[in-house]
């Protein structure tokens, strides 16, 4: 089966297309054929040009969905165009909450199965062939589908790095969805942002760690001074989240967000393969942990085995003096 | 109201994982353990039932070798009972058809909420709690961090990437809870004697009056072609702290430029 146009799940914040879909498109363009893009919401005829700049020709736009959560309704119009014969021959979504909740709805709705955890694609014989990094990302395993149908890959983001080729505004057509019944009933009622200092944690240039080895719920608060002081992002590992230290927001790793930052600093935190995964390809990796045999000094640039409860403070306090 | 909760058996994650070299699907043959991300959605289902003045809470797994281990953990902790799938052809599944086998064995225990995980620990494909709703026509709300049950509806506070969405849904829905929402009770000595004699209900996929070509490697149209090692990175300065470590971290941070 050739591959000769793959959609993209163009998912919109604030106005402008996220970066992981962006970084999709560009994949899709360097895999051939056409690149078109699925949107929804009330924003999308707005960033039509932003997805030509990258290489998108239309833009099918599934509109306001009134409330709705996106994922039966936006399933709903893929179907729809694949059983009109219009479709894709594959569909990348962005591995973000929304676009996992689509795949997943369009998945049963064409019986295909769905790839997850991609990390990199490229063309093969029968379609796209996708890699997933598996064990703590101390393995790459090649997959790809068998059967005919639409290709469905959920991406994770940073996989790959968003270009723009300069093409025209993408054209905007109208496809709105159809009746998706009892499955599209969850509705939004309402809207809560929540006030965040500093950078994003999948944006930021700095990323500062805490992980079990911190002790307490309350020692948590070095992780978001440190952080502060660097003008970075507050993170943690899995074991804390689950604790209920922090929330789930905060988490890196395989359950979690991918982070590729100049700097990790990584505290507390013994370096399971589960939160390798999802930080060990950030540029430069500090590491300070109190147990010299701990798995995170194997990936570390610079590793301080010490007590983070000794070592934090003094680097605060050191940090401040120079501000 | 009655809750099911899908539950997965899982290798235990502290030991190193590895593939079958020849199907290079994950090795699952050893004892499996309840995985932690599930204990969420046991109290969550725990703690809804009791506030909704009664129902049972009954689990769904599929699993390899009739596994109950970590059906027992759940069991102890105060579920009714457990439903679990499992079967000799069911080897090689891939998320697809686990969801075909899950939503098959749920309508057998007609809920009125469907709890699981946003995803496994092991396979972490993700996509099983809605791609079940799906197969059963359900409404579906992911990633909660706050479920309370009014009357015949649910209301969930959605993660979002800015803070959280409060969404609404008419029950029967499925919905997946994020880790560290409840804390999960430990087994009591009396739950866990209990737990031995509560009814696990042991099925087939004959029994669930599903295909078998539509499950197992025969269902599974996704392959893996090759696993390779990563490009290894290569570990760097280690420095043990007597009083003075943190000033080489602001060395190395102002190499960076990030100082």
């Given at each position: 089966m050739s591959v000769d146009k793959i959609w993209v799940l163009a998912e919109v914040a604030d106005g402008a297309p996220i970066t992981t879909s962006l970084e999709l498109i560009t994949a899709a363009r360097e895999l051939g054929g056409t690149v078109e893009a699925v949107a929804y919401g009330d924003a999308t005829a707005s960033v039509a040009t932003t997805l030509g700049e990258y290489g998108v020709t239309t833009v099918h736009d599934v509109g306001d969905l009134g409330g709705a959560l996106p994922g039966a309704p936006v399933a709903a119009?893929?179907?729809?165009?694949?059983?009109?014969?219009?479709?894709?021959?594959?569909?990348?979504?962005?591995?973000?909450?929304?676009?996992?909740?689509?795949?997943?709805?369009?998945?049963?709705?064409?019986?295909?199965?769905?790839?997850?955890?991609?990390?990199?694609?490229?063309?093969?014989?029968?379609?796209?062939?996708?890699?997933?990094?598996?064990?703590?990302?101390?393995?790459?395993?090649?997959?790809?589908?068998?059967?005919?149908?639409?290709?469905?890959?959920?991406?994770?983001?940073?996989?790959?790095?968003?270009?723009?080729?300069?093409?025209?505004?993408?054209?905007?057509?109208?496809?709105?969805?159809?009746?998706?019944?009892?499955?599209?009933?969850?509705?939004?009622?309402?809207?809560?942002?929540?006030?965040?200092?500093?950078?994003?944690?999948?944006?930021?240039?700095?990323?500062?760690?805490?992980?079990?080895g911190l002790g307490e719920k309350d020692q948590y608060a070095l992780i978001e001074e440190l952080a502060g002081l660097l003008h970075g992002a507050a993170g943690a590992s899995r074991a804390i989240v689950d604790a209920g230290w922090v929330p789930y927001s905060h988490q890196v790793g395989q359950t979690g967000k991918t982070v590729k930052p100049t700097v990790y600093v990584a505290c507390g935190i013994s370096g399971a393969t589960q939160h390798l995964v999802g930080m060990k390809n950030s540029k430069n990796i500090v590491a300070i942990n109190k147990d010299q045999d701990a798995p995170i000094f194997s990936v570390a640039d610079l590793g301080i085995v010490g007590d983070v409860h000794k070592v934090l403070p003094q680097l605060i306090e050191a940090l401040k003096n120079r501000a | 109201m009655n809750v099911v909760v899908c539950v997965k058996q899982i290798p235990d994650p502290a030991a190193p994982g590895a593939l079958d070299p020849g199907t290079k699907n994950l090795v699952r043959a050893g004892k499996l353990i309840l995985d932690d991300s599930d204990a969420y959605g046991v109290e969550m289902a725990l703690q809804l039932a009791d506030a909704a003045g009664g129902g049972d809470v009954?689990?769904?797994?599929?699993?390899?070798?009739?596994?109950?281990?970590?059906?027992?953990?759940?069991?102890?902790?105060?579920?009714?009972?457990?439903?679990?799938?499992?079967?000799?052809?069911?080897?090689?599944?891939?998320?697809?058809?686990?969801?075909?086998?899950?939503?098959?064995?749920?309508?057998?225990?007609?809920?009125?909420?469907?709890?699981?995980?946003?995803?496994?620990?092991?396979?972490?494909?993700?996509?099983?709690?809605?791609?079940?709703?799906?197969?059963?026509?359900?409404?579906?709300?992911?990633?909660?961090?706050?479920?309370?049950?009014?009357?015949?509806?649910?209301?969930?506070?959605?993660?979002?990437?800015?803070?959280?969405?409060?969404?609404?849904?008419?029950?029967?829905?499925?919905?997946?809870?994020?880790?560290?929402?409840?804390?999960?009770?430990?087994?009591?000595?009396?739950?866990?004697?209990?737990?031995?004699?509560?009814?696990?209900?042991?099925?087939?996929?004959?029994?669930?009056?599903?295909?078998?070509?539509?499950?197992?490697?025969?269902?599974?149209?996704?392959?893996?072609?090759?696993?390779?090692?990563?490009?290894?990175?290569?570990?760097?300065?280690?420095?043990v702290d007597e009083g003075e470590g943190y000033t080489r971290v602001i060395e190395f941070l102002e190499q960076l430029k990030v100082l």
């Open positions: 119009t893929i179907a729809a165009a694949v059983a009109a014969g219009s479709g894709p021959d594959a569909i990348l979504f962005p591995a973000t909450y929304d676009g996992r909740d689509i795949a997943g709805r369009l998945s049963v709705k064409l019986d295909r199965p769905v790839l997850t955890n991609v990390v990199g694609l490229s063309a093969g014989d029968g379609g796209l062939v996708s890699q997933h990094a598996i064990f703590g990302g101390s393995q790459i395993l090649t997959a790809r589908f068998t059967g005919d149908g639409p290709q469905i890959f959920v991406v994770r983001a940073k996989s790959f790095a968003a270009e723009p080729s300069g093409g025209p505004p993408a054209a905007v057509v109208a496809s709105p969805a159809p009746d998706t019944g009892a499955t599209g009933a969850a509705r939004i009622v309402s809207r809560h942002v929540e006030e965040r200092t500093g950078p994003k944690l999948d944006e930021a240039n700095v990323v500062v760690s805490g992980g079990r | 009954t689990l769904v797994s599929m699993a390899p070798n009739g596994e109950t281990s970590g059906l027992r953990t759940a069991l102890a902790m105060g579920a009714a009972k457990a439903i679990l799938i499992s079967d000799e052809s069911l080897a090689g599944t891939d998320a697809l058809g686990t969801a075909k086998v899950l939503a098959a064995a749920i309508k057998r225990a007609e809920p009125d909420l469907i709890l699981a995980a946003t995803e496994s620990t092991d396979g972490y494909t993700g996509t099983t709690p809605v791609q079940v709703a799906e197969l059963l026509g359900l409404p579906s709300v992911t990633f909660a961090k706050k479920v309370e049950i009014t009357g015949n509806s649910v209301k969930v506070e959605r993660q979002t990437e800015a803070g959280y969405d409060e969404v609404e849904s008419p029950l029967p829905a499925v919905v997946t809870v994020t880790a560290g929402v409840v804390e999960p009770r430990y087994p009591s000595f009396k739950g866990i004697m209990a737990a031995k004699s509560k009814p696990v209900e042991t099925l087939t996929v004959a029994d669930l009056g599903l295909d078998a070509g539509q499950v197992g490697s025969a269902g599974a149209r996704q392959e893996v072609t090759e696993v390779a090692d990563a490009e290894a990175r290569s570990s760097g300065e280690i420095v």
